[in-house]
T-cell receptor, first 115, second 113 residues
Framework: GAGVSQSPSNKVTEKGKDVELRCDPISGHTALYWYRQSLGQGLEFLIYFQGNSAPDKSGLPSDRFSAERTGGSVSTLTIQRTQQEDSAVYLC?????????????FGPGTRLTVL | AQSVTQPDIHITVSEGASLELRCNYSYGATPYLFWYVQSPGQGLQLLLKYFSGDTLVQGIKGFEAEFKRSQSSFNLRKPSVHWSDAAEYFCAVIGGGSYIPTFGRGTSLIVHP
């Protein structure tokens, strides 16, 4: 595709509900990243996928957060039993490879609001 | 561990004025350094990056940044700001052996006509 796409663009949910956020990376990009951007904060790394390797989950804040990447392309970030502190913008990025010098291309994000 | 500090939360400049956004990093060796811009409702877009070589880096949209090892800084500059430059700017660093960037908290640029 032309760029990284994310859906939905906005999601409002009630505390305790589960949510799924979707990311479609650029075609051919093997690396995919999820970040969380809270109000007034920088980007917080959540999880990283590279090809068929086991994902780097070191940034996930709790076991309520999980993510998968199917067929090396589309990724879904799932938050179970949402809490108000989960409210943030969730950004996805992809890059051609996993080298530090590979440019990350970001999607527009999903704004999650937990009431 | 690597870290990034952007000391200015907000910067206000007049259109046509020059701009400098500050970024300081903490890392033992020479890091990889990046500046991103985020317009409202958009994802981040890479402005420029530094890996090695010439310490003055040119980017898109007329931006440049200078790596100063002695000051652990990578400040972003633009000689003449346009109203369309109003956005959030993020500095990021990747330390050797890592592939995950650490981002600063961002600087919000406000441009007055």
């Amino acid at each position: 595709g032309a760029g990284v796409s994310q859906s939905p663009s906005n999601k409002v949910t009630e505390k305790g509900k589960d949510v799924e956020l979707r990311c479609d990376p650029i075609s051919g990009h093997t690396a995919l990243y999820w970040y969380r951007q809270s109000l007034g904060q920088g980007l917080e790394f959540l999880i990283y996928f590279q090809g068929n390797s086991a994902p780097d989950k070191s940034g996930l804040p709790s076991d309520r957060f999980s993510a998968e990447r199917t067929g090396g392309s589309v990724s879904t970030l799932t938050i179970q039993r949402t809490q108000q502190e989960d409210s943030a913008v969730y950004l996805c990025a992809s890059s051609l490879g996993s080298s530090s010098t590979d440019t990350q291309y970001f999607g527009p994000g999903t704004r999650l609001t937990v009431l | 561990a690597q870290s990034v500090t952007q000391p200015d939360i907000h910067i206000t400049v007049s259109e046509g004025a020059s701009l400098e956004l500050r970024c300081n990093y903490s890392y033992g060796a020479t890091p990889y350094l990046f500046w991103y811009v985020q317009s409202p409702g958009q994802g981040l877009q890479l402005l420029l990056k530094y890996f090695s070589g010439d310490t003055l880096v040119q980017g898109i949209k007329g931006f440049e940044a200078e790596f100063k090892r002695s000051q652990s800084s990578f400040n972003l500059r633009k000689p003449s700001v346009h109203w369309s430059d109003a956005a959030e700017y993020f500095c990021a660093v990747i330390g050797g052996g890592s592939y995950i960037p650490t981002f600063g908290r961002g600087t919000s640029l406000i441009v007055h006509p």
